[in-house]
């Protein structure tokens, strides 16, 4: 089968996801589906399209800011937790200041935001993002939400509904699911309050870009983020490289990465200027075993590559398992063009 055949088949299918995707949009804004109020102040970091489009690092930075503001704030991020053993199961990933479950029984993303953010934030998966919020509040005495991937997460209101754009994959295509990377219509931006495009670095129309998410969202707030790299940690203390430390764009590396956006990861390696030899990617959230770090080590040997890189959300599946070269750990951080926006349509939600 021919792929314009393909796609032509899944017409059908797209029309009728997206008649559902608008319907249900509808019923919440004529309140026949309703959205549950938390007494509590609730931001949420959401998308348009699947896979990644840098939102875990966003509710990193808004979860930190939140928390220094107010040193007596208990914050806690709710999420999906995508990729999990069991996804009926609420797992207390941390509470804020231990953790306790590891990324298979949590979640890789989850579990990556429960290390990051010890001592600032508690992490639950649930589906159930509502019961989570009313359990936080009185297991944990959680009184500020962030919800992680939530804008299509109705049934909690948000008083912050921030979207994130990736510059290097803006709108999936141009589709809606399943033909397509688009799980709603480009107009739903209009619920939004404000835009973050990610990884602006890697856009070449930067502007134009900006300026049709202001279009399509109705003129609100644009910002721009960009991925810098913050450090490089070697995954295990038994394999530490100084020479590669010393210079690591003169050896040969082989990038390896389990994530919804893989090539933005492989080009911010390269862009970096880093001696790329091998690349292997695995699917979103892949549970790594022994076998694929021998084979990782198999492949990257055959390519002359002396170090393996990966990053820090695939670093938190590794931990358990043995590399024969050397495992290193890009760590990233985020830079805005107008940071002050950004914290000051924050700090209004809890001035309400």
Known sequence: MSRSTFASLLNPLGALY??????????????????????????????????GTGKTPLVEWIARRVAEDDRRRRVCILTRGYGRANIRERVVVSNGEQLLADACIGGDE????????????????????????????KNLGSD????????????????????????????????LLPQGRLREPVGALQRADCIVITRAEQATNIGELSEEASCLSGGRPVILSCVRTSNLRPLSSAHIDQNFERDPSCYPIAVFCALGNPQAFVRHVRNDKFNVALEKVFPDHHPYTQQDADELARAASEHNARVLLTTAKDAV??????FSLPCYVLEAKLEFDDEAKLLALIREVFKR
């Open 317 to 322: 599946k590794l931990a358990s398992l043995n």
């Open 110 to 137: 989850p579990r990556l935001l429960a290390e990051k953010l010890l001592g600032a934030a508690a992490v639950v998966s649930d589906r159930d993002r509502a019961a989570a919020a009313r359990w936080a509040m």
């Open 18 to 51: 997206g008649s559902v995707v608008r319907a249900r949009a509808h019923l919440y804004r004529l309140s026949i589906l309703r959205s549950e109020k938390i007494p509590a102040p609730v931001i949420s970091v959401g998308n348009i399209t699947v896979g």
């Open 144 to 175: 500020a939400f962030i919800l992680d991937d939530g804008f299509q997460h109705l049934r909690v209101e948000r008083d912050l509904d921030i979207v994130t754009i990736d510059a290097s994959d803006p709108w999936g295509g141009g589709r």
